[in-house]
């Protein structure tokens, strides 16, 4: 009888410790759920003002001339690479969508390293885009010296 009262103790203590882990890991995932949402906001200010008069007002881009954001492998494809191509801009052949672009697009060096976070949360995420993971500005602020 004892022992059956210790591993029922046992199991209770064991379920109450899983109940409290999910909570916890449910409202970590609304908190970055908060945090995406006020990202996208900012940066969907920032994407009207730095981007729009060439990417369009829904990502579509210009047919022959500016490659789309909505829904385009090139920029889901690598977050580096997108963060890169924001700050520095980027020149030459490129492929997006299995369409061939080749012009040149003028950095965006003016934007704060959280700013392109913003921007990038906000095309990201938008017109049936989805990314893995929001972006910081911590991932931003290396890519800044780097070269594209
Ligand atoms: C003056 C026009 C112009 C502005 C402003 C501009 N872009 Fe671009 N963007 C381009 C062009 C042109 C290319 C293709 C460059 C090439 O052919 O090498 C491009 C390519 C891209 C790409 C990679 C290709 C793709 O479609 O995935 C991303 C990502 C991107 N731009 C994001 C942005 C964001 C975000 C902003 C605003 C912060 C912005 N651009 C502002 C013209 C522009």
């Not at 591993?7 to 449910?26: D, H, P, Q, W, Y």
Request: charged share 20%; net charge positive; with cysteine.
């Amino acid at each position: 009888m004892k022992t059956i009262f210790k591993t029922m103790t046992k199991l209770i203590a064991l379920s109450l410790l899983l109940c409290g882990v999910t909570v916890t890991l449910f409202s970590f995932k609304l908190a970055q759920n908060d945090d995406l949402n006020a990202s996208k906001k900012r940066g969907e200010a920032l994407y009207q003002a730095n981007c729009v008069a060439c990417h369009q007002a829904a990502g579509e881009g210009i047919p022959g001339a500016i490659p789309p954001l909505a829904k385009a492998d090139y920029l889901m494809k690598d977050t580096k690479r997108a963060i890169r191509q924001v700050l520095h801009g980027a020149k030459g052949e490129m492929v997006v969508n299995g369409v061939k672009y080749n012009n040149e697009m003028p950095g965006q060096s003016h934007l704060k390293d959280q700013e392109v976070a913003d921007v990038l949360n906000y095309v990201m995420n938008s017109w049936g885009n989805k990314a893995a993971k929001p972006l910081t500005a911590a991932q931003v602020k290396p890519e800044r010296a780097a070269k594209k």
